[in-house]
């Protein structure tokens, strides 16, 4: 997938998020980079092959005293291991399919780490996962 395709995709994972929500979004930025890096792999403590599809990195809302003057927080969309994660749908040939579900993979990974930059823990997140998908 292209770039520009990909980029299309997290747009619309961000467009997807409530507006009430996308309102207090404050100091973040959400970027696209292929892989983590090895020290984003190191800060969370995962294997390299473990597929990440996306990292919050930053100061979440709940935990702001004094907050001023600080560089924006990030979070990261890694768009190879979502990829991968669809490569066998596009070798059956099917792009479209593949193409649905990376998607749907961004639109969740955006989701999920938004959470994190509202306070939400990872168990918390995941919870709330479950709950939206009912």
């Not at 997938?1 to 507006?19: D, H, Q, S, W």
Request: glycine share 6%; no cysteine; charged share 40%.
């Amino acid at each position: 997938m292209t770039k520009e395709k990909f980029e299309k995709l997290v747009e619309e994972g961000i467009r997807a998020i409530p507006e009430k929500f996308l309102k207090k979004l404050d100091n973040v930025d959400i970027i696209i980079e292929d892989e983590p890096t090895l020290y984003q792999l190191e800060k969370i403590r995962e294997k390299r092959n473990l597929l990440i599809f996306g990292l919050y990195e930053g100061i979440p809302q709940t935990r702001r005293g004094h907050y001023g003057q600080v560089l924006p927080d990030k979070i990261t969309i890694f768009k190879k291991p979502i990829e991968r994660r669809t490569r066998s749908r596009q070798r059956r040939g099917s792009p479209e399919a593949a193409e649905n579900e990376i998607r749907k993979i961004v639109k969740n990974t955006v989701w999920h780490e938004i959470a994190h930059h509202f306070g939400m823990d990872e168990k918390k997140v995941k919870e709330a996962e479950h709950r939206r998908k009912k």
